[in-house]
């Protein structure tokens, strides 16, 4: 096994993106000792009975207490928070990242906080699924995932790397963008899928002339790949959306913009038009194949159990 790239690690937040680095970190020996903090008695409990780190602290602030690596895990509306209560026990040198899926939000909150000598290194590991929490958490959920980093201008170049490094090591690839354009991007790729799929199941929901039971009876049909992603974490896509509010906006408007185009093309009977849009997002999906991001299976990649459950 390779050198550990680092002394400790402090994870503060220890859900499915905590857990999983947990896990990770153990597997490669990435640290030498992983401290773990949640503001959840109950969690950190959990956290302590699945031996997911060396220590457990209800203080965060001991946690990251000589920590080489922090790594924060928690609702983007929570970040400013966090770093003012964690500032003060950041030792000088060490790397201060997280995991949130807003960054130019996440930069505002935390940035003011970090003290001289810290290096803050906004971070988005693009991997998770619809479950939470520290049993949902898994060493492979970064495997050949793309994680984001947004450094800051005058970022130390060696810190970068180095937590460029620790997610390679991870199983990630790296990518480096400005905070703003990663807004931007995700607001398309993850926003506003989510969005979409908490109205389409709040609207099925909502129907009188559709019964729950049918619902659920039917839904291989399409609605169940809604559901999986409306079954992800509410508080999380709350800060979410009103944290990255100006690039869901623009990106609700264009698909407003679309959906009438598809409103009219069936009103009218254009099945030129109907065809050519089905035509040029089934090649998008080809393209996630191919680029390793999915598999080419009838389940979408979610592999059927041989035996259904009872």
Same mark, same amino acid.
């Given at each position: 096994? *390779?050198?550990?790239?680092?002394?400790?690690?402090?994870?503060?937040?220890?859900?499915?993106?905590?857990?999983? #680095?947990?896990?990770?970190?153990?597997?490669?020996?990435?640290?030498?000792?992983? *401290?773990?903090?949640?503001?959840s008695e109950t969690t950190l409990k959990r956290a302590e009975s699945l031996a997911l780190g060396?220590?457990?602290?209800?203080?965060?602030?001991?946690a990251v207490r000589d920590?080489?690596?922090?790594?924060?895990?928690?609702?983007?509306? !929570?970040?400013?928070?966090?770093?003012?209560?964690?500032?003060?026990? #950041?030792? @000088?040198?060490?790397? #201060?990242?997280?995991?949130?899926?807003?960054?130019?939000?996440?930069?505002?909150?935390?940035?003011?906080?970090?003290?001289?000598?810290?290096?803050?290194?906004p971070g988005h590991p693009i991997a998770g699924t619809e479950h939470s929490g520290p049993d949902a958490g898994f060493a492979e959920l970064f495997?050949?995932?793309?994680?984001? #980093?947004?450094?800051? @201008?005058?970022?130390?170049?060696?810190?970068?790397?180095?937590?460029?490094?620790?997610?390679?090591? !991870?199983?990630?690839n790296i990518d480096t963008m400005d905070p703003q354009h990663h807004d931007k991007v995700l607001a398309i790729v993850s926003h506003l899928p989510h969005i979409i799929a908490y109205n389409i199941v709040g609207t099925a929901d909502d129907l009188e002339a559709v019964t729950k039971s049918e619902?659920?009876?039917?839904? *291989?049909?399409?609605?169940?790949?809604?559901?999986?992603?409306?079954?992800?974490?509410?508080?999380?896509?709350?800060?979410?959306?009103?944290?990255?509010?100006? *690039?869901?906006?623009?990106?609700?408007a264009r698909f407003s913009e679309d959906l009438a185009f598809l409103q009219r093309a069936i009103r009218w009977g254009e099945g030129d038009k109907l065809f050519e849009m089905f035509t040029r997002t089934r090649a998008v999906r080809r393209s996630i194949i191919e680029a390793g991001q999915e598999i080419d299976a009838p389940d979408f990649g979610r592999h059927v159990a041989a035996h259904p459950e009872k």
């Open positions: 096994m *390779a050198e550990p790239l680092f002394d400790r690690i402090a994870l503060v937040g220890i859900g499915l993106i905590g857990s999983s #680095l947990a896990r990770v970190i153990r597997r490669e020996g990435l640290a030498k000792h992983v *401290a773990i903090s949640s503001r060396d220590s457990f602290h209800a203080d965060a602030r001991d920590a080489d690596l922090v790594i924060v895990s928690v609702p983007v509306g !929570a970040s400013g928070a966090v770093a003012a209560e964690l500032a003060p026990a #950041l030792k @000088p040198g060490a790397i #201060l990242t997280d995991v949130g899926s807003t960054k130019a939000s996440v930069i505002a909150q935390m940035a003011p906080h970090v003290p001289a000598g810290v290096h803050f290194i495997e050949n995932r793309w994680c984001i #980093l947004t450094p800051l @201008p005058g970022s130390d170049p060696e810190a970068v790397e180095k937590l460029a490094a620790f997610w390679r090591r !991870a199983g990630s619902v659920i009876k039917y839904s *291989a049909s399409g609605f169940r790949d809604f559901t999986r992603l409306a079954a992800s974490d509410p508080t999380m896509w709350r800060d979410v959306c009103l944290h990255n509010k100006d *690039a869901i906006l623009e990106m609700l």
